[in-house]
């Protein structure tokens, strides 16, 4: 059975897959630094030839010390997933623009999806997103019980030379 990496790695024309973990240190920690460690990377960037692929773990209202910010404050939440999101593609050369595909996870959808479409829907506005990311939105649980949101991104962008036609 052929994997998806290995169909990716043929289209690119990649002899290898280089892949290695993403961070972002000035917005968030690693999880593996938590007081009781989270066994993940918060991105991981694979390359195949001249293209690159992030994907960047569920991402929350995280400080750079691992605690929880804006509790309570579904909104702010949304933000600081945002910016936390928005840190782990600079640090890879990549924007919002580069996103394909997110997965959204309220804790509870009913009460909350109208604002995280609002917000959601602003924050795109001001990236100038044009085709939108690919979506879903679901309700879960999730892992601290203070956290409102939680957003995971796949990105894909050319390098190397191929980046600047």
């Not at 002899?15 to 989270?38: G, H, M, Q, W």
């Not at 773990?57 to 750079?64: K, M, R, V």
Request: glycine letters at 6%; one cysteine or more.
């Amino acid at each position: 059975m052929i994997s998806i990496p290995d169909v990716l790695a043929a289209v690119a024309g990649a002899t290898s897959i280089k892949k290695r973990a993403v961070c972002a240190p000035r917005a968030l920690n690693e999880a593996f630094d938590y007081e009781r460690p989270s066994s993940f990377s918060r991105a991981l960037r694979l390359d195949f030839g001249n293209i690159a692929v992030v994907l960047i773990s569920g991402t929350a209202s995280i400080g750079a010390d691992g605690e929880t910010l804006h509790v309570g404050d579904f909104r702010a939440q949304m933000r600081r997933t945002f910016d936390n999101i928005t840190a782990l593609l600079e640090a890879e050369g990549a924007t919002w623009k580069d996103i394909v595909r997110t997965t959204c996870y309220l804790r509870d959808i009913e009460r909350d999806y109208a604002a995280f479409n609002e917000e959601r829907t602003a924050f795109y506005a001001e990236q100038d997103l044009d085709p939108l990311p690919a979506s879903t939105g679901i309700q879960a649980i999730l892992c601290r019980p203070d956290l409102l949101v939680e957003i995971e991104a796949i990105a894909v962008f050319r390098i190397g030379e191929a980046a600047r036609e």
